[in-house]
């Protein structure tokens, strides 16, 4: 079993920098892909981007590709998503997520283990 844990999210404003991270515990998760999610008020729930066991290969949503940026930390168990240039837009409940995937997975069905998310509000 594998818990994850959201922290970082806040509110900023449109333009700013914000980074999420996500911890996990109860198991390592470095045989693992990691994906992170959003879901806006009234909105499915979206993939927003991921990146591969080794941390080698990254995807993204084209809504944030060039502004957002994935990246983990094996030793620490931990990933991380560092979003800049942010857009009211971007407003969300933002989620991780681990798949026993070793690649990156774009269906939130395909996700074996979530974080409880952790709010981003970007004003304008």
């Known amino acids: 079993q594998v818990q994850l844990v959201e922290s970082g999210g806040g509110l900023v404003q449109a333009g700013d920098s914000l980074s999420v991270s996500c911890a996990a515990s109860?198991?390592?998760?470095?045989?693992?892909?990691m994906g992170w999610f959003r879901q806006a008020p009234g909105k499915e729930r979206e993939f927003v981007g991921g990146?591969?066991?080794?941390?080698?290969?990254?995807e993204y949503a084209d809504s944030v590709k060039g502004r957002f940026t994935i990246s983990r930390d094996n030793a620490k168990n931990t990933v991380y998503l560092q979003m800049n240039s942010l857009k009211p837009e971007d407003t969300a409940v933002y989620y991780c997520a681990a798949t026993k995937y070793r690649y990156v997975r774009l269906v939130a069905a395909e996700y074996d283990y979530w974080g409880q998310g952790t709010q981003v509000t970007v004003s304008s």
């Open positions: 109860g198991r390592i998760i470095s045989n693992y892909a």
């Open positions: 990146i591969s066991w080794s941390g080698r290969m990254t």
